[in-house]
């Protein structure tokens, strides 16, 4: 079985700054893809960034990116020029490569941008 | 309406109580979950619909009946439940459940009492 930790329940930024978030996996597959989703307080989830297990190079989407250890199982978000609207639970997820869709999720980390 | 909606947004019943949560998504997926998020446990998933046809169930006590009449909607049927089932229901949907790629869409939840 899969497990996804992220060892910090809360965290805050100032506006305009940048935040990492972390996350460890344990898994003894060898295809997945990890994920992280954001819930803001409406709670609707949303998907933020995907990594493929079997790129190398770390996933960007804007002010986005991860960094992704592999060898470690560390899988890392950073949110560059934080804003307001990045307040939120940031959760990180695992898929088996096969596994029909199925994630396992992370505890999540509570981000609050501040002004 | 657009995405994946739920119904009620909040539910409030007795554990001798019978009530159904509702998910509808308007994306034309084939796919659909349902997830529980408790304050303390992380985000897991309960049900895996494709095209209709259950393809998971990750050991979910049988007083959460769930049923997919089609691919754009979602029901779980609540019977005898117990206060520890308490929680944030999330519906969810994706193209289909047999690629990782297929982003999943989640709804707002519902958020579910038992006294």
């Known amino acids: 079985a899969q497990t996804v930790t992220q060892s910090q329940p809360e965290m805050s930024v100032q506006e305009a700054e940048t935040v990492t978030l972390s996350c460890t996996y344990d898994t003894s597959e060898s295809n997945y893809y990890l994920f992280w989703y954001k819930q803001p307080p409406s709670r609707q989830m949303i998907l933020v960034i995907r990594q493929e297990a079997y790129k190398q190079q770390n996933a960007t989407e804007n002010r986005f990116s991860v960094n992704f250890q592999k060898a470690a199982k560390s899988f890392s978000l950073k949110i560059s020029d934080s804003q307001l609207g990045d307040t939120a639970m940031y959760f990180c997820a695992f898929m088996k490569g096969n596994a029909g869709n199925m994630l396992t999720f992370g505890g999540g980390t509570r981000l609050m941008v501040k002004p | 309406e657009t995405g994946v909606t739920q119904t009620p947004r909040h539910l409030v019943m007795g554990m001798t109580n019978k009530k159904s949560l509702k998910c509808e998504q308007h994306l034309g997926h084939n796919a659909m979950y349902w997830y529980k998020q408790s304050a303390k446990k992380p985000l897991e998933l309960m049900f895996v619909?494709?095209?209709?046809?259950?393809?998971e169930n990750n050991s979910v006590p049988s007083r959460f009946s769930p049923e997919c009449p089609n691919s754009s909607h979602l029901f779980l049927h609540l019977h005898t439940l117990q206060p520890e089932d308490s929680a944030l229901y999330l519906c969810?949907?994706?193209?289909?459940?047999?690629?990782?790629?297929?982003?999943?869409?989640f709804g707002p939840g519902t958020r579910l009492t038992v006294l």
């Open positions: 969810a949907s994706s193209q289909d459940a047999g690629d990782p790629y297929n982003e999943q869409f």
């Open positions: 619909y494709n095209f209709k046809e259950q393809t």
